[in-house]
């Protein structure tokens, strides 16, 4: 049996060229591109992320040293000078 001939065949596969086609438009004349926006917070975050990546100050020294005076039982702090730096910021 030949179904090349068949008119209901042809009917179709017309139908299916037809939708096909009109996905490919679709597809084409849809596409969006992508686009990225960053918050001032996010850009702030940022910025002090950096800021204290690039900090060359190296301050394990001075946290040793704290830790072997706690250790001790050596380190004494002024509660008006703790109060002091805590209201400066």
């Known amino acids: 049996m030949r179904i090349d001939g068949n008119p209901n065949v042809q009917s179709i596969l017309k139908r299916y060229d037809q939708s096909v086609k009109k996905t490919d438009e679709v597809q084409k004349t849809s ?27 190296d301050r394990s020294e001075k946290v040793n040293t704290i ?21 400066k910021g």
């Open 31 to 57: 596409v969006i591109n992508d686009k990225l926006e960053i918050s001032n917070e996010a850009r702030e975050f940022q910025v002090a992320m950096q800021a204290a990546q690039n900090d060359t100050v």
């Open 67 to 87: 830790k072997a005076q706690i250790a001790s039982g050596n380190y004494k702090i002024s509660a008006d000078a703790l109060a002091e730096k805590i209201l």
